[in-house]
């Protein structure tokens, strides 16, 4: 049997790990950029630059359904969750009727 504990973790090891995988990933990234522009791929080299950014944008914003749950569960907020799901519902309706449309996809 385990407990849940909701109050609020050391902020200390959550700051270090944060610095830690922001190291490995632009680490990371700064190699992929070098090996690209080594092969003469500029407009590459950007994208990988902006993909960089938008994630580490995404992880600041806590954009993602595990920080959406973790916020219904300790503050209550849903307003995460039901984003998610009203996301899946509208990509469902549009694979359905996307599908519907290419003649190998319907039912005979």
Do not use: N
């Amino acid at each position: 049997m385990t407990t849940t504990s909701l109050a609020a973790s050391d902020q200390g090891a959550a700051v270090g790990m944060d610095r830690l995988f922001f190291g490995l990933a632009l680490t990371a990234t700064a190699i992929l950029v070098a090996l690209v522009l080594l092969d003469h791929h500029p407009t590459s080299a950007a994208l990988i630059i902006g993909g960089f950014g938008l994630g580490v944008a995404f992880l600041k914003a806590e954009f993602s359904y595990t920080a959406s749950w973790r916020r219904f569960l300790t503050r209550g907020e849903a307003g995460g969750i039901l984003g998610g799901l009203i996301v899946v519902a509208v990509c469902a309706v549009v694979l359905v009727f996307d599908a519907s449309a290419v003649p190998v996809f319907v039912a005979v």
